[in-house]
């Protein structure tokens, strides 16, 4: 059940209602039994693995607060968690590295199953790692069952987060409140930005992408160039919307979720683009692996190598594959060089008599973050590393004569471009001035402006979105991982 379904909409509503109609003492079985459904729908075979953990985990917790081997117990908690994400997920990819190396000295291939990846487990299984990483930190686990079950099973949360903290969550799980107008009102206008995102922006790129990547040996230099560009902002786009939407459902129950984007192709450096990307999981792997590490205390080779330690995992927990750790090595090493070369570059600024902070200079910073990023995107979307490098030299040495009407045969006509095109101008404007200004809450200040600019984006997914001439339903990303 995709939120940017019809069928959705009709549960987020109908779980509403029911929410606001129980008493208090009856709202948490009310939503519990929503998330557990919403599980179900999606998933029904995966719903014991998920019951089952949250049993395990709970238990463990009340252990670990008080026991004397709390390291031990910790360390059965991460264990058992990681193995079974390990088990679902990369057993496979570790059977074909174990091949590979068998390979290399003549042994016979194993034969490895690849088992049915559950939905949401990676994003779970890091909520119930960090729990149990703050319980042995010392903060206290969670007596309520039903509280805790909740925590782990939120269902606008549970496919594809944000990561929540315990210290966020829990409090308002324990104490639930009904949904306030000024509650309301946010609530739709993040659900109609996610609907706008992922239905008049990411599904239309998604087209473009998917045209060029499906043979790139077919496709020219300036075509491959653009599909990278346009997956960098459908990743983003699609992404956005999936968290717009779950922050907006979760509101209307009168809970707020972690806010996961902050106009990251704004970054001018790839250190700052991961402080506004998916900010959820960058400050989980922050906290929980890259301090425990050293963080920058030891030094700066120590950094380096904790930084590119952070990024490798932070691929490989995207996907299990070659391409996705290089995605991740070349976003590390993109923080590295830049952290290196950052002194050079300001001593060169300022021997030239150049204004490091002007606008012109932070413009060029901001582009230069861009293209980077979607050079590593391309990794990230390519079926193989191997495909990923293609298409890249495909850029520089087929770029040929660039004629724009080469983009006719990508998949869009002309009038789906330009839509498309006037939709990436908007998105751009609307990031660029709600860095300078608070838009949003000044839309929610009002009253005709704030429903005029709704009812106009509403209409403009359902004349070019999904309810359009020649949609074609897109999943989004990120329920693949």
Not at 70 to 80: D, E, F, P, S
Not at 115 to 133: D, H, M, R
Not at 422 to 442: A, G, Q, S
Request: glycine fraction near 8%.
């Amino acid at each position: 059940m995709s939120p940017s379904s019809f069928a959705y909409m009709g549960f987020l509503l109908a779980g509403v209602l029911l929410y606001h109609a129980v008493p208090q003492r009856g709202r948490k079985i009310v939503l519990l039994a929503l998330s557990v459904l919403f599980y179900g729908i999606n998933a029904l075979r995966f719903v014991p693995l998920l019951l089952a953990t949250i049993v395990f985990n709970f238990a463990l917790a009340q252990r670990l607060e008080h026991a004397k081997r709390r390291r031990a117990l910790l360390i059965l908690g991460l264990t058992v968690e990681l193995g079974a994400l390990g088990l679902f997920k990369y057993l496979g990819f570790f059977g074909e590295l174990v091949n590979l190396a068998g390979g290399a000295f003549g042994l016979p291939a194993v034969t490895v199953w690849q088992l049915a990846l559950p939905i949401g487990i990676s994003f779970y299984t890091f909520v119930l790692c960090g729990y149990l990483i703050d319980v042995y930190r010392g903060r206290p686990a969670e007596r309520n069952p039903f509280d805790f079950a909740l925590f782990a099973s939120f269902f606008p949360a549970i496919l594809s987060g944000p990561i929540e903290r315990s210290d966020h969550l829990l409090p308002q799980l324990r104490q639930l409140r009904r949904a306030k107008l000024e509650d309301v009102q946010f609530a739709a206008q993040r659900i109609i930005m996610g609907l706008a995102k992922k239905l008049l922006l990411a599904d239309n790129l998604a087209i473009l992408v998917n045209t060029a990547y499906a043979d790139p040996m077919q496709s020219s230099g300036l075509q491959l160039a653009v599909a990278a560009a346009a997956y960098s902002l459908q990743i983003y786009c699609d992404f956005a919307a999936y968290s717009d939407m779950a922050v907006g459902s979760a509101r209307l129950f009168g809970i707020s979720l972690i806010e996961n984007f902050r106009a990251p192709y704004l970054a001018q450096s790839s250190k700052e683009l991961w402080h506004r990307w998916h900010i959820s999981l960058s400050t989980w792997f922050r906290d929980y692996l890259y301090f425990p590490l050293g963080g920058s205390r030891r030094g700066k080779g120590r950094t380096y190598l904790n930084i590119l330690i952070v990024f490798a995992l932070s691929g490989l927990w995207h996907g299990a594959a070659l391409k996705f750790v290089l995605w991740g090595l070349l976003f590390g090493i993109f923080q590295v060089i830049g952290a290196v070369l950052l002194p050079y570059k300001k001593r060169l600024c300022a021997a030239l008599g150049l204004d490091w902070d002007a606008a012109a200079l932070r413009v060029l910073r901001t582009l230069i973050c861009f293209v980077l990023s979607t050079v590593a995107w391309v990794f990230f979307r390519a079926d193989t590393a191997r495909q990923a490098v293609l298409i890249l030299s495909r850029i520089v040495t087929k770029a040929g004569v660039w004629d724009p009407m080469q983009l006719a045969a990508l998949g869009l006509s002309w009038e789906a471009l330009a839509v498309l095109a006037i939709c990436v101008l908007v998105l751009l404007t609307v990031d660029v001035v709600c860095e300078r200004v608070p838009l949003r809450d000044k839309l929610l200040a009002t009253v005709w402006p704030r429903y005029a600019v709704w009812v106009v984006v509403l209409a403009a997914v359902a004349l070019f979105g999904a309810y359009g001439t020649g949609y074609n339903a897109q999943e989004f990303v990120y329920f693949q991982f």
